[in-house]
């Protein structure tokens, strides 16, 4: 059966650091790989997307590997600022559908 | 731009009792979702919609029915409710998958079954 998991529940960074989040999957072909932010209480909020035939993508401080070999995503933020402390969420995307990992809760502390 | 707006945002309903939860969009997307998210199992999806009149099974149906009657709405219903459905729902909408599939989320509805 499909499975996503996304390593470590939690990290906790300290500010100024880069954070690296890992989406790892298996039984999936996905056409492309979304991450979301969700904060609490709240729906979640696309950030960015990579596509199969895609090795990196980034958005401001931001960046997304994608490795369809290893079937593994990394989601980095540089610079990390604690606003940026929120669960993140990969999602595979195929055939109209996205299926979600766990997420990560990512705490930034000053 | 109200984007996807779901109703009620919190219910509270005893067991074996009936509800329908709304979800609107006015973003002319195609694709329309319904997924329930549970402390520590993140979203999954529950039933989904490709346009206007069509539904089809998720990864967790089992006890919810939807329709699709309006391309702008799409309603999630529970006939019988169980502790188990005791969950914050979430409804999200795309434009064609073609484009980037980037889903919009609403804000949850949060049910609580006793």
């Known amino acids: 059966s499909q499975k996503i998991e996304q390593n470590s529940e939690a990290l906790n960074i300290q500010e100024g650091k880069t954070a690296t989040l890992t989406c790892n999957y298996t039984n999936y072909s996905p056409a492309y790989l979304q991450w979301y932010r969700q904060d609490p209480g709240r729906g979640p909020v696309f950030l960015l997307l990579i596509r199969e035939n895609e090795k990196e993508k980034r958005k401001e401080r931001l960046k997304v590997t994608f490795d369809t070999t290893l079937k593994q995503s990394l989601f980095h933020i540089t610079a990390s600022q604690p606003a940026d402390s929120a669960t993140y969420l990969c999602a595979l995307r195929n055939a109209g559908k996205s299926t979600f990992g766990d997420g990560t809760t990512l705490t930034v502390k000053p | 731009n109200a984007g996807v707006t779901q109703t009620p945002k919190f219910r509270v309903l005893k067991t074996g009792q009936s509800m329908t939860l709304l979800c609107a969009q006015d973003m002319n997307h195609e694709y329309m979702y319904w997924y329930r998210q549970d402390p520590g199992m993140g979203l999954r999806l529950i039933h989904y919609?490709?346009?206007?009149?069509?539904?089809a099974k998720g990864e967790v149906p089992d006890g919810y029915n939807v329709s699709r009657l309006k391309k702008q709405n799409f309603l999630l219903g529970l006939e019988s409710a169980a502790p188990s459905q005791t969950s914050v729902y979430f409804c999200a909408s795309s434009a064609t998958s073609g484009r980037t599939g980037e889903l919009f989320f609403g804000e949850g509805s949060r049910l609580t079954v006793l």
């Open positions: 919609s490709v346009g206007e009149g069509t539904t």
